[in-house]
C-alpha cells in the first residue's frame, strides 16, 4: 500500500451507509493510519445514527454544518457548527439530524484498528430505546 500524506475524497474509503456515503480519510486502509482515523459523513435532515456503542474506541463528534443531536449516555445537546462531543470508549451514543438542512460531520476515532467488534448497536435495548420519541 502507497504512503499517503494527502488524501483526496476520490482516494478516500466509500461506505455506503443508509443510502448515503461516509468518506473514511484516514483510516489503516487508506494512508497506514495507526492511531486515528476520520470519517466525513453526512446526515440527512431526519435520519441519524442510533444508540450504539464502540467497545474500544473513543470518539469525538465535529460539526462541520447544520445542526445535530447529540446523545453521550442520557445527556443530549444540540451541537452546531464548531462543537464537538467526546465519546470515551464503551460509551453509549447516537447523533441525529432533526434540522430541516443535512448535516455534516467528523467523526474522529482512535485508535485505527481494533480487534472489534467495531461498533455495538443498543437501541433496541432500555433505557436506550424510549429516550427519543
Known amino acids: 500500500m502507497p504512503l499517503h500524506r494527502f488524501i483526496t475524497e476520490a482516494e478516500a474509503l466509500k461506505e455506503e451507509y443508509k443510502g448515503r456515503?461516509?468518506?473514511?480519510?484516514?483510516?489503516?486502509?487508506?494512508?497506514?493510519?495507526?492511531?486515528?482515523?476520520?470519517?466525513?459523513?453526512?446526515?440527512?435532515?431526519?435520519?441519524g445514527h442510533n444508540f450504539h456503542t464502540h467497545p474500544e474506541?473513543?470518539?469525538?463528534?465535529?460539526?462541520?454544518?447544520?445542526?445535530?443531536?447529540?446523545?453521550?449516555?442520557?445527556?443530549?445537546?444540540?451541537?452546531?457548527?464548531?462543537?464537538?462531543?467526546?465519546?470515551?470508549?464503551?460509551?453509549v451514543h447516537a447523533t441525529f439530524n432533526p434540522g430541516t438542512e443535512d448535516a455534516i460531520i467528523l467523526a474522529i476515532l482512535s485508535p485505527a484498528a481494533a480487534a472489534g467488534p467495531f461498533m455495538v448497536d443498543v437501541s433496541h435495548e432500555e433505557p436506550w430505546r424510549d429516550l427519543r420519541p
Open 21 to 47: 456515503t461516509n468518506y473514511w480519510m484516514v483510516r489503516p486502509e487508506v494512508c497506514q493510519a495507526r492511531d486515528i482515523q476520520v470519517c466525513r459523513a453526512v446526515l440527512p435532515r431526519g435520519e
Open 57 to 91: 474506541l473513543e470518539e469525538v463528534i465535529y460539526v462541520l454544518s447544520g445542526s445535530i443531536e447529540q446523545w453521550v449516555e442520557q445527556e443530549k445537546r444540540m451541537l452546531h457548527p464548531g462543537e464537538a462531543a467526546h465519546i470515551p470508549k464503551g460509551v
